[in-house]
């Protein structure tokens, strides 16, 4: 290598103090000046493989990837052997969308340095972008077998399992990271995801609070724990609206959220709010979101703002309650009255969001069923109990037409084992609860513009037989049906748009036809 500086011809880095300097500029984010400090060092100092790295990082915090590329390739021209150069290079191809490219320099990196345990994460990084969640993982266990307390290892891992719906696994991993990371926030957030989806609402919680008391602000948890407890009580609950960060409330799902709950509590005047927010705040904040939470916000947003005028101007002035549990059906007939005998009694709503009728014939437990089962024990014993589950289960987009695709089974034998399932596990939580259960059938479906003529016939098809299941399996018990479908369906199968509020859910003009059902 060649000597660099002609007076002191071994010296290839500048002195300590130059480089804390240049550090000094790049921890405050001064990255432009860290760029004309670092190339006027370089005049003096050309083979420095310190000065050509900071270079790069400078330019990489700045976005300028090509630039970063560039000078981290120099200090391969110093030293090929270099393996945080192609290190660094990996970092700015994935930064920059190139993740092939920078697999193929992780590979290099690993190549030279074969216990380079960053290489191998920050590859099952780029592995898990492209989608090869498998060799992802088969990376991250090459980093731990040479550091096995590599905590972003262990985490990332735990990610992958997660992705790939190996919940143990997953949650192994992320205990490794909180025993080697107490107050790793991501961590004790992903298992209250993890305890949330096995249906241990409790423990959930416990994890969920103890992230947010490590950091209140940090909004996945948050936003987490708040959509929780907008489903169930919880002595945490009531405080927990004083500790929301106040960047959570400004974003749109929370007040779609606050709209809900709102609803539900029948504060109408806040649940208004709450929706004027989202409509003023929506345009700014929507475009962040997955197309998934859009579509659930603007849902709710519509469906709700509809209901609310529907509302009687006196309500639940009747002490006797008929509860309503399940998904966004639950609150189509919310605090409205009917008659039960002789006396009047209003709709409570208790929701469990995104339920379906296939995840309570499931044998182990989730937090579907903990959700619903923490309703149906928080209320009184032997009250009246209306069940809305399974429209979701026959949305064109999931459930029984998918499933019937994937498993190459008959929807008609997918429907029956569900339904059969579904019954038996409300007929076992019910026997010391003694509720009156009505199971809610399903409205005829609203011919979809955006669906083809095939696609809407496979709805029509799927809800009458769901509808004819349901008849023949609730007849084999005590529970009772409420038939909303006869009173909604027209002569080819699809709804006469007399009783629905939106393309699926049912306003409360049906509610006289519902009422002559209840004995």
């Known amino acids: 290598m060649k000597n660099i500086n002609k007076n002191q011809p071994n010296v290839i880095d500048p002195n300590n103090i130059q480089l804390k300097n240049l550090k000094i500029l790049y921890s405050k984010r001064n990255f432009k000046d860290a760029i004309l400090v670092t190339q006027k060092l370089l005049k003096e100092y050309p083979n420095s493989i310190i000065l050509y790295t900071i270079l790069g990082a400078c330019y990489a915090a700045l976005k300028k990837f090509n630039m970063a590329i560039i000078n981290y390739k120099k200090t391969l021209i110093i030293n090929p052997n270099h393996a945080e150069a192609y290190f660094n290079i990996g970092i700015a191809f994935h930064d920059k969308g190139e993740i092939k490219k920078a697999i193929i320099s ?26 090869n969640i498998e060799d992802a993982i ?24 997660h992705d790939k719906g190996l919940m143990q696994l997953a949650m192994d991993n992320y205990k490794n990271v909180i025993i080697l990371s107490p107050n790793h926030i991501d961590a004790l957030n992903n298992m209250g995801n993890i305890f949330k989806e096995y249906g241990n609402l ?10 947010l008391k490590i950091n209140p602000k940090h909004l996945k948890t948050a936003s987490n724990l708040h959509i ?9 609950s009531t405080n927990f609206e004083k500790i929301i960060p106040s960047e959570l409330k400004e974003t749109p799902k929370y007040l779609i959220h606050q709209t809900i709950k709102y609803f539900i509590n029948n504060d109408i005047k806040n649940a208004k709010s709450c929706l004027n927010k989202f409509k003023s705040n929506s345009k700014s904040g929507i475009r962040d979101l997955k197309k998934i939470d859009q579509k659930f916000c603007f849902s709710y947003f519509n469906y709700i703002n509809s209901l609310i005028k529907t509302l009687p101007p006196n309500r639940n002035s009747s002490k006797l ?32 969001i995104g339920a379906k009728a296939y995840h309570m014939s499931k044998n182990e437990n989730n937090s579907y069923k903990a959700i619903t089962l923490n309703h149906l024990q928080s209320i009184p014993k032997a009250s009246v109990v ?53 199971f809610f059938n ?78």
């Open 138 to 161: 088969i990376s991250y266990k090459s980093a731990l077998k040479f550091n096995p307390n590599h905590i972003d290892a262990n985490y990332n891992l735990g990610v992958a399992y």
């Open 202 to 211: 409790d423990e959930s919680i416990k994890s969920y609070t103890k992230s």
């Open 442 to 519: 399903l409205p005829a479906p609203i011919f979809r513009s955006e669906y083809n003529t095939e696609e809407n016939q496979a709805i029509s098809k799927l809800i009458d037989t769901y509808n004819k299941i349901l008849f023949t399996q609730i007849k084999k018990t005590n529970f009772k049906i409420i038939d909303v479908y006869n009173n909604t369906i027209q002569s080819d199968g699809y709804s006469n748009n007399l009783h629905h509020i939106d393309e699926t859910h049912l306003g409360p003009s049906i509610l006289p036809w519902i009422e002559n059902q209840i004995c």
């Open 228 to 236: 929780l407890f907008i489903q169930i009580e919880n002595n945490f």
């Open 106 to 131: 992780y590979k290099k990196a690993i190549n030279i340095k074969f216990n380079y345990s960053n290489a191998y994460v920050n590859m099952g990084n780029s592995l898990k972008v492209i989608g």
């Open 321 to 352: 309650k008929i509860y309503h549990i399940g998904e966004s059906h639950s609150l189509s007939f919310a605090h409205h009255e009917i008659s039960l005998g002789k006396e009047k009694a209003s709709i409570q709503p208790l929701l469990t």
């Open 386 to 438: 209306f069940l809305s589950f399974g429209e979701i289960d026959c949305r064109i987009d999931e459930g029984f037409l998918i499933a019937s695709k994937k498993l190459d089974t008959a929807v008609s034998v997918l429907v029956n084992e569900t339904i059969k399932k579904f019954i038996k596990w409300f007929k076992e939580i019910n026997c010391n609860l003694c509720h009156e259960l009505y």
